[in-house]
């Protein structure tokens, strides 16, 4: 994570946190990345506590949603971000013109075209040499997304009920989402950065309330002592993540620091270490870089939780 001295700290996102970037040694982008993540975990809890599903209706939870999200991909990824809305948009055309038997093969072969594009550009075309910004990691979340609601469109208007296994009649979605719905489930702030991808019913409802009914009705918890469905708490799951992410951060920062990846193109590396031991350093710092994926997937999954459990 760390740059040498004198390093620019490039990005196409904000630069409000320059300062700090300079202060840490550690990428802008790097830091605008955390910094949204930290505050949509802060965020989670203002909209458990007053946005829930009794003091607001669906419409206002998925546009504060969506209006969030948008702002995060804006901050972190600047005019990068253009690709994220672009792919959007485009499926959500397709999603309303395609025929249901073919909607989920048009809507993955344009996910999937359009991601493929975009690394074949930063790879060959620009070298990675457009600035240091990465808004890939968003962009196959948005593309997983797409193709899991394409797919479980047409099972649920394109394929009769005894066709499906009972997974996919669960999943399964009858009729096609609003523009409203779409945007909000495909660039809601609890996963446009670093994910999970969710199942599109799943994610709608939760936004309408009805997401710890659908779960309790699964468990019979009459039987279990409850005069009620009770409401669960996230504090003790979200304190687990959290520890997760710090060990994942700690190891990350100590074994980037001691088995520096760029040390693998350093010309001394290539002519004079033996092949087995550039094999060997090879595959420690591969395993060195780990925990940075850990850290972001366990922390967005911790946004994940806040919001779910109400």
Known sequence: MAEPPGAPHRTTGS???H???GLLGIPLDQINFVACQLFALLAAFWFRIYLGPGHASSAVRHAFATLFGIYF???CFGWYSIHL???VMMNYGIMNMA???NIHRYSFVVAMGYLTLCHISRIYI???GILTTDFSGPLMIITQKITTLACQLHDGIGRQAEELTAEQNRLAVKTRPSLLEYLSYLLNFMSIIAGPCSNY???IAFIEGRHVHMKLLEVNWKQKGYDRLPDPSPTGAVMYKLCITLVSLILFLT?????????IIDNEFLDKTPFLSRLGYLYVVTQAAKPKYYFAWTLGKSDYIIYFCR
């Not at 074994?255 to 040390?263: E, G, I, Q, V, W």
């Open 126 to 128: 620009f070298h990675y």
């Open 255 to 263: 074994l980037t620091k001691n088995f520096p990846m760029a040390y």
């Open 73 to 75: 991909a804006v901050f």
């Open 15 to 17: 630069t409000l946190l």
């Open 201 to 203: 019913k799943d994610y």
């Open 99 to 101: 025929s249901i038997p």
């Open 19 to 21: 300062p700090l970037s």
């Open 85 to 87: 809305f672009v792919l």
